[in-house]
């Protein structure tokens, strides 16, 4: 007797097409997400040229016209200097927004699974509004560790600009006893090092970068503690109540962080 194959719930049904589509939007959010990796980076790298290259460039210029150097030269150095400033600052401002079209968009898709996941909990009951709270929880941890990233980045920005802006001062103020007309580059940069220096210490971008990633990496080991019933989740046999206790631990694990930081980073965390 001939077998026929129909489509059934189980086996190419209604739960491989569920399985299919969910494997979609998981598919498309780490596309999404590799994109925003590279353009970042690209991001980073134009910056780079942007500031620290062409401050470079302007610096060997100074130092050829302080020389016994032929004009030429130096109009052409200057000149690489100006084509090479805005060349730079065009392609970061293009590169910026296809940054933002590219978390934009990655954000969308992440929200539209997200709600897809929350329709299937939306009961009226407790538990699913907790369970709609750890669904939604995945965003805030990523908020964090972005604004931790642009906290490291910034730091990074301003000790580069400390350290590399402090040799080049120590060399130009030396080069200024026997050349007078490099002096005031180096009254110039000096100033420019000791403002990068005041606002890294003012502004404390290292520490407000570490707040941010362990409150992040604090709310994921609650997201994953309550999934799998370790830590102070494994005393619950009811799910009920593991996920009660859950609302009200990270509840209190960013009232608790988020006390110990400065009014405005609070204030911004909170949010």
């Known amino acids: ?29 780490a596309e999404r997400s590799e ?16 500031g620290p290259g062409n401050l470079l460039v302007v610096v060997l210029g100074v130092l050829l016209a302080a020389l016994p150097v032929p004009l030429p030269v130096v109009l052409v150095m200057f000149a690489i200097a100006i084509v090479s400033a ?85 060399t130009v103020t030396a080069t200024a006893t026997s050349i007078a007309d490099v002096a005031f580059f180096a009254v110039g940069l000096s100033l420019l090092v000791a403002l990068s220096a005041a606002l890294a210490g003012y502004a404390n971008y290292r520490d407000r970068s570490a707040a941010w990633q362990q409150i992040a990496d604090a709310l994921e080991r609650e997201y994953e503690s309550v999934e799998l019933r370790v830590g102070r989740y494994r005393r619950f046999s009811e799910e009920r109540e593991a996920y009660a206790e859950f609302a009200e631990a990270v509840e209190a694990l960013r009232a608790e962080r988020i006390g110990r930081l400065p009014s405005a980073v609070a204030d911004r965390l909170a949010q």
Request: proline share 2%.
């Open 1 to 29: 007797m001939e077998r026929v194959d129909t489509p059934g719930i189980v086996g190419g049904g209604v739960l491989a097409a569920e399985d299919r589509k969910q494997g979609d939007w998981e598919r498309r959010i």
């Open 35 to 50: 994109e925003l990796y590279r353009a970042r980076i690209v991001q980073r790298l134009l910056w780079t040229w942007a």
């Open 86 to 170: 805005g060349v730079a600052a065009a392609f970061v401002y293009r590169q910026h927004f296809r940054v933002r079209a590219v978390d934009t968009e990655l954000r969308a898709l992440e929200s539209a699974h997200r709600e897809q996941l929350l329709d299937e909990l939306a009961t009226g009951d407790l538990l699913d509004a907790h369970k709609r709270y750890r669904a939604q929880l995945p965003e805030l941890i990523e908020r964090y560790r972005a604004e931790a990233r642009r906290d490291r980045w910034k730091d990074q920005v301003l000790q580069t600009v400390v350290i590399g802006g402090s040799i080049i001062a120590a």
